[in-house]
């Protein structure tokens, strides 16, 4: 899908060293492929992001630095149980980045209050009743491995966004017609590849 | 070379006003959620004030709701770096409420888990230590070390951070059969490694001037302030829990107990605090030698004494020499199979309260070294 | 010294005020005493060249279902011994003197008593809650405390 898959198939009719992509292409792989995070550890899945970060499972080579300000960082890594005392600070944290912006929530007490969900009358029960989530990643605490792949899934994502586009918006019709329009071209070329085979004999 | 300075200027005609800073909650060195109201002087600290509360995990309210076997994961999350050496409190506390006897060889194997996690928190102290002051290569070596003492524990238990392994009347399961190869292996690497972050950091000349004399603690206030662990032996105290009430085979075994001596500054300042940890995982590893030698090769059933059913009825206050310090349990038990009370009596909790104290008329960069010296970790400060 | 010597000593000391003195079995040895001259008492364990007790191990809130009462364990460097003291205030009016002046530690383990079973010390300059927010309502480690259903707009329960 990306544009670095398209490396071998190069575009036939001009010479093997042009590839053909779209801008979104190119400018959600510089996106995603360097990411800078803010670190903000609050309990013991910090331990474990650390351990990340060191030199056994390195997370600097999927484009990742640590930033201490949130006004210079991608995205955030809730890494710890959420307290109610704390979760007003989050809050004005994700506020004060600037937009591209992704939140990772890290471990089960940051997705849904963790071992602490029932008699907890201090822990906020999952991150995302203050922010927007956009991977998960489970574990008690997880894995670097899973965390490795939670990274993963989160480029993925960023790598599929839209750019450009996001400002026109077709109506219904306007999509069914695109999509009619799609479906006769496709025929119509298949008619016409049969009709040279014909002549071919 | 810093040094202490004096708080009341005379500015003359100038009008002046102390300035109120935030330090936290989020900081990458504050060593978790931790808020310090600093009052500051242009860049003299005149006055701080910690605020702490933005880990309260109401550990204490869900030992009164689950059983006595169902709190050993909440004791686990306390003080999470070392989980292993939160167990044993307890587990020893339970154990002398119902009158059980345990083997010797399920008490080496304690040992030795208790001195393994001590050598991997110390690690861990004096890498963000070094990170403090500037220092980045010292973090990735010890942590790599660390790597091999997290694999030992994982084949154990199952998990690399917070185990859930010693049980009130034994362990979850028996050791696997190269576990004395594997920790001997790992006693070699890391006297190696000490040696490396010994010429690396410590005799550095840099961060021996940005250490000493900065952050010194006096001994009798520290005892007054309830210090433990290499806090309160940075100041020349002898008191270790491990010399002075024996518990775990430690009187079988000799070794030293390391005391600060004030060898490059004053006694009790912050490169006191650091060396003790540092001479103290020299120690451990002498204490590891002599501990597997008590493991008998073979195996046995280390379930054998693990009651079916927790009940006791009596109160007791046992105590364990975390690395960081004195980690208490005051436990109530009134006959139910849940406890009436329990109460954590953390290290990190008490040598906290000293911040204030020490920290004035030194610049803010002196206070981050001040904080980083004392190791705190605030899962077992607000519980 | 034994915990008998010491219940000697303090009541020859203070008399009336030291309520009584309970070894059983499975119990570890405490001395109860009441609640108006806890500061002497202390002091006097502090100071006392036999006794000793320079070190504050723990200091705990506790809930007994119709009185709450405050637990002291105290141990000495020199010495070498321990001890326990216990007191006991009725629910409507839980004020008990501070002992903040004679070992500086209590200072923060007084706040925690206050924070999660509303004991008033009587005495200490700055008893505010120090674990849960600043405006929280209602004292959490109570045997009767019920979870509130909401604080700044989240929602508390699962």
């Not at chain 2, 238990?157 to 292996?185: E, H, K, Q, W």
């Not at chain 3, 504050?56 to 141990?75: F, N, P, R």
Request: charged share 25%.
């Amino acid at each position: 899908m990306g544009l670095l898959d398209k490396l071998d198939k190069p575009f036939e009719y001009a010479g093997p060293d042009i590839v053909l992509g779209t801008i979104e292409d190119l400018l959600n792989w510089g996106r995603a492929k360097s990411d800078w995070y803010m670190s903000f550890g609050l309990a013991c899945c910090a331990i474990e992001f650390m351990a990340v970060n060191a030199a056994h499972f390195d997370l600097m080579r999927f484009g990742a630095i640590p930033r201490p300000s949130p006004r210079q960082s991608d995205f955030i890594i809730i890494s710890g149980t959420v307290t109610l005392k704390m979760a007003e600070r989050v809050k004005r944290l994700y506020e004060q980045m600037a937009e591209p912006k992704y939140v990772m929530s890290m471990g089960s007490c940051a997705n849904s209050g963790g071992p602490y969900w029932e008699h907890g009358y201090h822990v906020l029960k999952g991150v995302d009743r203050v922010i927007p989530v956009d991977v998960y990643v489970p574990g008690c605490p997880p894995r670097p491995e899973a965390f490795l792949e939670g990274m993963v899934r989160l480029q993925e994502k960023i790598s599929k966004q839209e750019i450009f586009r996001k400002r026109q918006k077709f109506s219904k019709e306007d999509l069914q017609a695109i999509e009619d329009r799609k479906k006769a071209m496709d025929e119509h070329f298949a008619k016409y590849l049969e009709l040279q085979n014909k002549l071919k004999g | 070379m810093t040094e202490k300075r004096d708080i009341e200027i005379d500015f003359g005609q100038v009008h002046t006003e102390r300035m109120r800073l935030n330090v936290g909650p989020q900081h990458p060195s504050t060593h978790g959620v931790l808020r310090l109201e600093v009052e500051l002087e242009g860049e003299i600290v005149t006055d701080v004030v910690p605020h702490i509360g933005y880990l309260h995990r109401c550990f204490e309210k869900y030992c009164e709701n689950s059983t006595y076997v169902q709190v050993v994961p909440y004791i686990d999350r306390l003080d999470y770096i070392a989980s292993m050496s939160n167990e044993i409190p307890y587990a020893l506390g339970i154990e002398k409420l119902m009158g059980i006897q345990v083997s010797e060889r399920i008490q080496a194997i304690r040992t030795v888990l208790a001195e393994l996690n001590r050598i991997a928190s110390h690690q861990i102290a004096v890498a963000t230590f070094g990170m403090d002051a500037g220092a980045f290569t010292p973090f990735l070596y010890l942590f790599r070390d660390r790597e091999l003492i997290l694999d030992v524990f994982e084949r154990l238990s199952g998990g690399r951070l917070l185990y859930n392994y010693i049980r009130p009347g034994g362990l979850m399961r028996d050791i696997y059969p190269t576990f004395v190869s594997d920790v001997l292996a790992i006693v070699k690497q890391v006297r190696e490694t000490n040696k490396e972050v010994q010429n690396l950091l410590i005799d550095n000349k840099i961060f021996i001037e940005r250490t000493i004399n900065i952050g010194i603690l006096p001994a009798d206030v520290a005892i007054n302030f309830g210090c433990s662990g290499p806090t309160l032996r940075g100041s020349g105290v002898d008191y270790d829990l491990r010399r002075a009430e024996p518990y775990l085979l430690y009187d079988k075994f000799d070794f030293e107990v390391c005391v600060g001596k004030g060898l490059m500054g004053t006694l009790g300042d912050s490169y006191d605090r650091n060396i003790v940890r540092m001479w103290e995982m020299e120690e451990s590893c002498k204490i590891i030698e002599q501990a597997v030698k008590l493991i008998p090769d073979a195996s046995e059933d280390v379930r054998a004494s693990i009651p079916k059913k927790i009940a006791p009825k009596g109160e007791i206050y046992t105590k364990a020499e975390n690395p960081k310090g004195e980690l208490g349990f005051y436990i109530v038990a009134d006959g139910k199979n849940k406890p009436y009370r329990l109460k954590g009596r953390s290290p990190s909790f008490s040598n906290l309260s000293v911040l204030p104290y020490i920290s004035k008329g030194y610049m803010i960069a002196d206070l981050i070294i001040i904080l980083g010296s004392i190791d705190i970790v605030l899962g077992e400060i607000d519980r | 010294m034994t915990i008998e010597n010491i219940f000697e000593r303090l009541k020859k000391e203070f008399g009336d005020a030291i309520l009584s003195e309970t070894v059983e079995q499975n119990f570890e040895p405490f001395i109860r005493i009441s609640p108006q001259n806890v500061v002497d008492i202390m002091l006097f364990l502090r100071d006392e060249e036999d006794l000793k007790f320079d070190y504050l191990a723990c200091l705990s809130g506790m809930d007994y279902k119709e009185t709450l009462g405050v637990v002291y364990h105290l141990y000495s460097i020199q010495h070498k011994h321990r001890v326990t003291i216990k007191i006991e205030v009725p629910k409507e009016d839980p004020k008990v003197p501070s002992i903040s002046k004679v070992w500086r530690t209590a200072d923060w383990h007084e706040r925690e008593a206050y924070d999660m079973f509303g004991l008033i010390f009587v005495g200490h300059e700055n008893l505010i809650r120090i674990l849960t927010p600043y405006d929280w309502e209602g004292h959490p480690l109570r045997k009767d405390y019920k979870q509130p259903e909401e604080y700044h707009g989240l929602k508390v329960p699962y």
